[in-house]
């Protein structure tokens, strides 16, 4: 039996967990600052370091002693090493650190994007995982089709030239005044939209697996204010319903754009799929809670579809350890000057070891 304690700090939310053999939760606490942030209409990075200074004592506390183990018990520290805000990171990997010199454990750096792949191994199933799968990152700060050929080896088939998904979503809420995070409120208004109402661009459709979403935040920002030219986007809390243009419904807006996002991310992750012999299509990240997504994807993949529970979507530290554990398992260690890296890419564990060889 291996034990791993996670450590998440890469954006807004301090977590902690014990996962046992990388596939079972003991313990997932999250401590939340989405109402620290809603004032700003997104992540403020210096609130959210001090945030995480003040959480990550409590927070890692409470995962040992839910799972009813103590950090002697624990086999391996897995933190998220990047990519995410560097002020955000350290907390995480300073705290994480300190506890792998202080009882002699051995520290083991993840990457949060692989982090979102293995609350896949989290998620129960009734057969064993046969490789390859296809698996769609989507976050706020991610949009990645990742091929996973086995434990660890990623083949990365595309990614955002601009804005991420969730992002996207964040920002069109701010443009509706709508309150953040954006991506369930805008799941709620489109509850009575018509998709159809608005025809939005689907960027780059038929051309690789890259996404591109700031054309579809323009063309939504030219259907609810029509003179904005000239006019900056509304930042804070954005705007206020009457400052919408004339006879803009909410719902309808929302839903076109939702149904806009949702039709390539669908589009592009099930070609990647059958291009690349996937026996599933796995979806992950803050936006794969989105109803209409998984709806969509699920109709329309000649493969099964699998995403998390709704507690396993957004950020946790569950998905770090487990993320963690199969790394530790394949003989990857990590030393305790270990840096953070806000940009890090996904790398397949091998060519991660490789470079810390070389
Ligand atoms: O994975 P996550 O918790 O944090 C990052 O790593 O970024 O993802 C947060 C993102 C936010 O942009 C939020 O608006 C989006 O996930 N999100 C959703 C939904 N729930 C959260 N987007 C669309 N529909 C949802 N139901
Ligand atoms: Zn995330």
Redesign the pocket.
């Known amino acids: 039996m291996t034990l791993v304690l996670g450590i998440e700090t ?4 301090t977590a902690a967990a014990v996962v046992r053999d990388g596939e079972t939760i003991l313990s997932n606490v999250v401590a939340s600052q989405i109402a620290l942030h809603a004032p700003y209409g997104g992540v403020f990075p210096e609130v959210a370091s001090r945030a995480h200074i003040e959480a990550i004592s409590p927070v890692v506390s409470e995962a040992l002693s839910e799972a009813g183990v103590s950090l002697d018990d624990i086999d391996a520290i897995a933190v998220t090493r990047g990519p ?1 805000l560097a002020g955000s990171l350290l907390v995480g990997m300073n705290y994480a650190k300190g506890l792998a010199f202080g009882a002699d454990k051995p520290l083991v750096g993840v990457n ?1 994007l692989e982090g ?1 792949i293995y609350s896949l191994w989290l998620t129960e199933r009734s057969a064993p995982v046969e490789f390859p799968v296809v698996c769609l990152i ?5 949009s990645e089709i990742v091929a996973i050929h086995a434990h660890g080896e990623y083949e990365m088939l595309g990614s955002t030239i601009d804005d ?4 996207a ?2 920002k069109v ?1 701010r443009l509706l005044g709508l309150s953040y ?4 409120a ?2 709620r208004a489109a509850e009575g939209g018509d998709p159809e109402a608005y025809q939005f661009p689907r960027a780059m459709l038929d051309e690789g697996y890259d996404f591109s979403f700031s054309g579809l935040k323009t063309a939504v920002l030219r259907a609810v204010q029509p003179h904005h030219e000239g006019r900056r986007e509304p930042k804070g809390e954005g705007m206020t319903p009457d400052q919408l243009g004339p006879g803009v419904n909410v719902a309808d807006v929302a839903a076109s754009f ?1 149904a806009a996002v949702v039709d390539v991310l669908v589009q592009k992750t099930i070609r990647a799929a059958t291009e690349h012999g996937a026996t599933e299509i796995w979806i992950a ?3 794969s ?3 209409a ?1 998984r709806q969509e994807m699920t109709a329309r993949s000649p493969v099964p579809v699998r995403y998390p529970p709704l507690r396993l ?3 946790n530290a569950a998905m770090i350890a487990s993320a963690g554990h199969f790394r530790f398992v394949h003989g990857y260690r990590d030393d305790l000057d270990l840096d953070v890296r806000p940009m890090w890419p996904l790398l397949s564990i091998k060519d991660a070891m490789r470079r810390a060889e070389g």
């Open positions: 890469s954006c807004d939310e995410g949060h979102h989507v976050s706020g700060g991610h991420a998904a969730g992002e979503f964040d809420a995070p954006g991506g369930p805008i799941q939702q990240g803050g936006v809670a989105n109803l997504l979507c957004m950020d």
